[in-house]
Nanobody
């Protein structure tokens, strides 16, 4: 099986910074896309940032210039560097990876999700 584990969330003041990380474990053949989504109470889950296997990136307009996503393929890990955090960034952040998973019984390519990590931006 594949498991994604996030870390790095917490409480930070407006203007502060956090680094989120997400590491994938399991019998992974290929990770095509790595990304971060967020969901605030009463809101839908939206894409924050995504990095593709070739290195290209996508960012939500609301975080462009403030957040940076990067991937470490050797560690099956994706990072989200969040700077100049604003109260509206408060949400639960979820790691997402599109992964080809191969073991003795299956060859499966699909989205995997982490359990989420809470980010709160407040003074």
């Amino acid at each position: 099986q594949v498991q994604l584990v996030e870390s790095g969330g917490g409480l930070v003041q407006p203007g502060g910074s956090l680094r989120l990380s997400c590491a994938a474990s399991g019998t992974i053949a290929t990770i095509y896309n790595m990304g971060w989504y967020r969901q605030a109470p009463g809101k839908q889950r939206d894409l924050v940032a995504r990095v593709h296997i070739g290195g290209s990136t996508n960012y939500a307009d609301s975080v462009k210039g403030r957040f940076t996503i990067s991937r470490d393929n050797a560690k099956n890990t994706v990072y989200l560097y969040m700077n100049n955090l604003k109260p509206e960034d408060t949400a639960k952040y979820y790691c997402n990876m599109y992964i080809r998973h191969v073991d003795l019984t299956r060859d499966q390519t699909r989205d995997y999700w982490g359990q989420g990590t809470q980010v709160a931006v407040s003074s």
